[in-house]
């Protein structure tokens, strides 16, 4: 199967008739089929073995070897006897970068900028998602779901749920400008977590905050998609440094 033979075949897909291994192999897919196109996994590189692919991305062995056999079918990895799965296609480079966060007022400016996009991508993928974009959001939110339920925060499941409304709002600026921007926004994440873990009811009412993004998206409610997006990136940057906001009019 071809790469757009598969893409035809997942967007024909629902939630609602795949069962949940199926979904997780699809995320697991995507997220190795992205590091290999953003170079994070050069040519002829080996890939991590089915083991330390199961515990990077938290699901079981049968589900990795699920989205391997995707990548394989792509075109994009090859198996070799006892040796495991290498990259077998050329990887261009990235071309944008941003310079690693220095300051608290870096991380502050990283907030405001994602105000400017991830928004208006939320509207846009209330408009123009499909049913194997939303089922991937819908993965990345249960993930959030299950981690809530014991306790704690998945800030890679955080991430991968905003980068793929991005992806949904079928415009690659949004996701590239996601994606370049990957380390900071982890950063703040990883922090927002821990925050959140010493608050009452602080992680319930954030995976509370995702799944109302998700619904509308789902619904197809721009406006709403639009407005919960900006009140949870406002919500999640206030939390995090408890309202006290820097003068970011100059670099000093």
Known sequence: MNLAAGMKNAKQATTADRPKSMLLADVVHDRIRRAILNGEYGPEERLPGENVLAEQHQVSRPVVRAALLRLREEGLITSRQGAGSFVSAPVTPRPI???????????????????????EAAALAATRRGDAQLAEIGTCLQIMREATERRSHREDADFDFHLAITAAA??????TSMRALREHIAIGMKFHGLSLQTVRGGLDHVLDEHAAIFDAIRRGEAETARDCMRRHITGSRDRL??????DLSSRG
Request: net charge negative; glycine share 2%; hydrophobic share 35%.
């Open 241 to 246: 440094f408890e309202g006290r906001l820097l």
């Open 170 to 175: 079928n415009n690659q600026y949004f996701e």
């Open 97 to 119: 970068a941003f310079q690693p966060l220095e300051t608290i007022a870096d991380l502050q400016r990283c907030y405001e900028f994602r105000l400017t996009i991830e928004p």
